[in-house]
């Protein structure tokens, strides 16, 4: 028989059985305010979610057990606190910042078109360059692959030489987008 206060019985039933599963029976007699109350076989039957399943033969079980579940879900809302908290500061210091559709414009014009290098242009453009860096690799990935395609079905043609003129049409794109579109037409050729 062990002699121990109620709140310390407290404590230890939850310090000793929160985290393993156990099937087992306590023995114990306690002092509860001037009153001694033995209990005979606490079993502690299952834990499902950190919720203890407890079944007393004493008169009081009900309040002990409230008092277990009280401070189980204590512990739970503290330690649910404080992953929210935790959630917050790293929201606060993330590198990575949302850029808007006038600078996503203006990063793909330097990047794409004019040849600047992407933290030479995220050094201009004011954006972190983490940020930039993602945007340019997104795009390239998802949106220059899917304008890939050209919609002439004669992408390039060879043709003999003739009397005739001939007329091509040279279009640059880079992503998709058309950057230059030149007309060119071929000399007539005199034969001897």
Known sequence: MIY??????IFNIINTFIDINIISKLYLQLKFERNVISILGIRIIQQYNNL?????????????????????AKNQFLFKSSRVQMKKNIKKFRTYQKISDEQKKKLLR??????????????????KYAAAKTYIIFY???VMRSKLSINSEQQCQVAPLSLKKCRLTIVSKI?????????FEYPTIIQE
């Open 140 to 142: 390239r990935n998802n």
């Open 4 to 9: 121990i206060y109620f709140q310390e019985l």
């Open 52 to 72: 203890i399943i407890l079944f007393f033969k004493l008169r009081f079980q009900w309040i002990l057990y409230h008092i277990i579940k009280s401070q189980i």
């Open 175 to 183: 992503g998709g987008d058309v950057v230059q579109q030149l007309q």
């Open 110 to 127: 330097l990047v794409c078109f004019s040849g600047f290098k992407i933290k030479n242009a995220a050094k201009q453009l004011n954006i």
